[in-house]
Structures are given as structure tokens and as C-alpha cells.
């Protein structure tokens, strides 16, 4: 069933509930680990990355059940194992988001190296150089990173050369049981890093400033606090179903999300001819005109997120006119461009540049995810293309979207497994 078939040319019409947070959901599952008591979570999405985090956890002694299809719950204080083994870590990136909060809860942590997504180098020397200004000593060898602290962790002031979203995870999340105060400057702003401090704020830590440009923790001898926490809506899955609405010429209602932070995507979508409207807790995309070519530059939030781009090249690919895409991010993003132009697309690529010349329709084909996002673009394509697609590798696509056939289905898309 590792395979999507699409049958295309439909516009989506309907309304769609969005689950919750994947990036929000896998920091929040490694920062549960910090707490002594048990933690309950709410929306989480019951995807392939999130059950793989899970069985990390357990594999090292915390317990963590489903409760039922969106509510987890956590019992880490029988975590004794200090190791996350490479069988399961080679599969998920974000495990790397284990190192901080085993460190300062044990003093000493072994993570082999992550696995994830083939879109970049990601080095984790950030993450590396805030937890060393912590105090921890580490080193990588045999592909694992092994790191101990002599004693407790210590408050410090680190500055991040660039605001990566993990790093700032990282370093929060060990601060939160470090003696005395630290300061993050020039920190990540992404709605999951305000996602996670709420919740290391739910179990008694001291986090101020997520958000900002500076954050700042107050360490504590311990987190004995339990809590019931629900995860935010996935911006990336919303976004998803909004391009895809627009690119079909449909008219879609979208439930269950927080208008603000999809923002940097309405603004690109209004200014492509797209209606965007917005509501207390939904969006309503409607596309009833010809669409007018954009430029797209990816930057860190509030800019307009690199997990998006993905899916709009494929919108853009038949829209008249000549659109640019520029990714500052990540090197490899744009792989999903030949897969696009096995579709028909005319795409050139030129280092962290793609140009796309519009074609009138894009055509079915054999066509593989080569990651995530590269997958969800491709689902795009598919249900705008005449004539039958079939997505090969969709285990990158249930990475991150829970349900996505079933969704697609209710708003009059024709799919399924094969």
C-alpha cells in the first residue's frame, strides 16, 4: 500500500478539519520526558513520525499509550534508559530533539544520529554549541552523539548564528532544569516553539519570550507537574489543503486552524488571484479566476515557511506567466521539481532558484515522493492533472498528513491505495 493513485481534474469542494501539529507534537512528546508525572495530550496526530517517537520513548522506559485516535498519554518516570537506539532514531529527524531534556533530567544522554527527511545537510552544530554553553560535554562517534554533564546544567546567555527552530528547542528544553537563568538570542519564532514553551510552562518550568527574539528560562531543581495539554492545528497540513483548493479552482472551508499563523501563505495566495477569507478558527479558500504568477522566498517565520513551497511550485506550474521560487532553507527542496516535470511542468532550477514557466495542464504520470513535503506536492499535481497519477513512496506522505485520503475524498477528489 505504498502507492497513491489520483484521479485528477476535479475542483475540491467542502469542508475539511485540521489535525494537530506534527513539528508541535514531536517537541512536545520529547519535552513530556522532563516531567515526573503522567501527561495527557490532546490532537495529536496519529502519523508515522509521532508513532515512531513513541516507540523511541518506550524503548528507553517511559510508557506512552493511545487513549483514544487523538489523545496520548505519558508516564515518564520510569524512564531509565538513556540511549535511543538507531533502528528507530535513523527513521526521524526530530529525535534528535531527545538530546537536550535527557541530558538535563540524567545528566548524561547516547542518540544515535537522526534519520528523517532527504531535503538538506541540517548539521546540529547549534544545537551542539547551546547545549555545550550549558555545560554538557559531547562527542560523536560510531554514529552516535554521547553526552554527560558534570553535575547540573548551568544557566548561560547563547546566541544562535541562524534561528533554527530545533536548536531552539533543544537548548529550552535543557534549561528548563539548569541552574539559574538562560537567555536564547536570536531565536526561532515559529508557532511551535510558543507550542512547546506553553507546555514546559504546563508542567511548572519558567519559559518567557517564545515568540520573540529573545527567550528566556529560569531553571528548576525538577518539572513534578503533570498536565492535560492540547496541541495546536498543523499550519503545514492547512496549508496543503488551501494550495490544494486553489490549484483545483475549488472552494474549500477549512476548520480547526489558527488564521494567523497561516498568513505568509494567504498573503501569496491573494496576491495569485485566490480568495482568502478568514474566521475566528477557519479559512475559506475560494478560486474562481485565472491565477497570476507569484515569486516565493523562504525565510524563517513570520517569512513564508519552506515546508510550503513544495506544494505551491506545483499550483504555479499551470499558472500562466513565469513565477520564481528562491529556498534559503533548505539545498535540497526543489527535487520535486523533475518529478513535476515528468507531469508536463516547466521548471528550471538553478542552485537555490526555481523558474516556473506555466503550462496549460499538467498530465498523469508515474511519480515518486522523494520526502514529506516533495510528496504532498505531489498530491497537488495529481489532483490537478487530467488523466490517472500514481505517487510511489507515500511512506513520506504519511510522515505527516493523518487521513489525507479520506479528507481529499470528502471534499470530491478521487484516490486511493494501491
Known amino acids: 500500500m505504498d502507492r497513491i493513485v489520483i484521479t485528477g481534474g476535479k475542483p475540491l469542494r467542502g469542508r475539511v478539519k485540521i489535525g494537530g501539529a506534527k513539528n508541535a507534537s514531536l517537541a512536545v512528546l520529547c519535552a513530556s520526558i522532563l516531567s515526573r508525572e503522567t501527561i495527557v495530550l490532546d490532537n495529536i496526530p496519529n502519523i508515522s513520525d509521532v508513532r515512531v517517537l513513541i516507540e523511541i520513548i518506550n524503548s528507553m522506559g517511559a510508557r506512552a499509550t493511545w487513549e483514544n485516535i487523538d489523545t496520548l498519554k505519558i ?34 544522554a547516547q542518540i544515535a544520529m537522526p534519520g528523517g527527511c532527504n531535503i538538506g545537510v541540517r548539521p546540529m552544530d547549534l544545537h551542539f554549541k547551546g547545549l555545550a554553553g550549558l555545560g554538557a560535554e559531547l562527542s560523536t562517534e560510531r554514529g552516535y552523539v554521547s553526552g554527560r554533564v558534570p553535575g547540573r546544567l548551568k544557566g548561560a546567555r547563547i546566541y544562535l548564528d541562524f534561528p533554527s527552530v530545533g536548536a531552539t528547542e533543544n537548548i529550552m528544553m535543557a534549561a528548563c532544569l539548569a541552574v539559574g537563568q538562560t537567555l536564547i538570542e ?19 518550568a519558567r519559559v518567557r519570550g517564545a515568540g520573540t527574539d529573545v527567550i528566556k528560562i529560569d531553571g528548576m531543581p525538577n518539572l513534578e507537574v503533570g498536565c492535560r495539554y492540547s496541541i495546536i492545528p498543523d499550519r503545514i497540513e492547512a496549508g496543503t489543503f488551501m494550495v490544494a483548493a486553489a490549484a483545483t479552482g475549488g472552494d474549500v472551508t477549512l476548520e480547526n486552524l489558527i488564521p494567523v499563523h497561516l498568513e505568509p501563505l494567504s498573503a501569496k495566495l491573494r496576491e495569485a488571484n485566490v480568495d482568502v477569507f478568514e474566521g475566528e478558527d477557519t479559512l475559506r479558500v475560494k478560486a474562481e479566476r485565472m491565477l497570476r504568477p507569484i515569486d ?6 513570520p517569512g513564508f515557511p519552506t515546508d510550503m513551497q513544495s506544494q505551491l511550485m506545483a499550483m504555479l506550474s499551470t499558472t500562466p506567466g513565469t513565477s520564481m521560487i528562491i529556498e534559503n532553507i533548505f539545498e535540497n527542496r526543489f527535487m520535486v521539481a523533475n518529478e513535476l516535470k515528468r507531469m508536463g511542468a516547466r521548471i528550471k532550477v538553478e542552485g537555490r532558484m526555481a523558474v516556473i514557466e506555466g503550462v496549460p495542464a499538467l498530465h498523469g504520470a508515474q511519480v515518486k515522493a522523494t520526502d514529506l513535503r516533495s510528496g ?15 505517487i510511489f513512496n507515500a511512506v513520506y506522505i504519511d510522515r505527516g498528513y493523518h487521513n489525507l485520503e479520506e479528507k481529499l475524498g470528502s471534499l470530491g477528489a478521487t484516490l486511493w491505495r494501491k
Open 376 to 390: 504532498a506536492a505531489l498530491i497537488v499535481a495529481g489532483l490537478m492533472a487530467t488523466g490517472e497519477t500514481e
Open 296 to 301: 516565493i522566498k523562504t525565510m524563517p517565520y
Open 186 to 204: 536570536n531565536s526561532a519564532k515559529e508557532p511551535e516553539v510558543v507550542d512547546l514553551a506553553n507546555f514546559l510552562n504546563s508542567i511548572g
Open 75 to 108: 508516564i515518564p518516570s520510569e524512564l531509565v534508559n538513556v540511549e535511543a537506539p538507531y533502528h528507530l532514531v535513523k527513521k526521524l529527524r526530530a529525535s534528535n530533539l531527545l538530546l537536550g531534556p535527557v541530558l538535563a533530567r540524567f545528566g548524561r
